[in-house]
């Protein structure tokens, strides 16, 4: 029967029952996490504080989902997040500074505008811009033509080029794998994105968006530190990303006055 005198199993029969649990179980975990993969729906942070100081961290309960995740997908949810808050602070300074843009989209309100950009349904996808995001749409909201809400077309493009470089999901499980590339010309798209910003400019010589101010003795900086907070999330996550998956990263130089667009 392959048992011995005393009764035991062999060592070895054990061993295959026990390499076959874990094969079950990880199967398991497997299917579970691609059932919730494709069950979660996208969900947007609220801006981070205009202060431009975080909260402090909080414990959060237990959720059967994550026995799927490893810490890297947590570390990614939680980039993603910091990076989602601070593209809407910055989309709200923007309005703030600039207030014509939003009354140009006949919103009732600021707030209202970005209630709209970041509506989780639409995933930065939005009928006025052609359905443009990422470079797209931050092009499309610096040129000097453009009638639309420039502010509007700059948020949506920027979020939704931080967005598309995880993947366009915001939960991330055992099945995921980011792209470290991905991530790393966001973030070199978004470097690129602030110095447009900052000299775009009408016919006229006029800037086409009002961001940082110089003028006076103590300057506001503000939109600078929450873009290079933006910048070292998704520098950070790339290099974590490239740890995971053994990838090297292709890093590019170029000019800033005359850089293009990355691809996402």
Known sequence: MGCHPDGREPLTLRRLV?????????LSLILLSLLVACS???????????????????????????IVKSDIDVAAEVHLRESLASSRLVMEKLYRRNPREWRKGSYSSMEAALERAFDPRAEFRFAELNNLRGADAIMLAL????????????????????????????????????????????SRNVEIAAWKLSTARDPHGEPLLLSNQMAGDVPNLSFER??????????????????RTNRAIRRAVQTIATAVFLPI
């Open 40 to 66: 979660a729906a996208p969900t947007f942070p609220a801006a981070a504080p205009s202060t431009g100081q975080r909260h402090a961290p909080i414990e959060r309960d237990f959720r059967p989902a994550d």
């Open 143 to 186: 040129a000097p033509e453009y009638a639309g809400d420039r502010v509007f077309a700059f948020g949506v493009g920027m979020s939704s080029m931080i967005f598309l470089a995880y993947n366009a999901k915001t939960e991330f499980y055992l099945t995921d794998t980011l792209d470290p590339q991905k991530l790393y010309n966001s």
């Open 18 to 26: 026990a390499s076959s649990n874990a094969s079950h179980f990880l």
């Open 226 to 243: 929450e873009i290079g907070k933006i910048i070292a999330y998704q520098d950070a996550m790339a290099q974590i990303a490239a740890q």
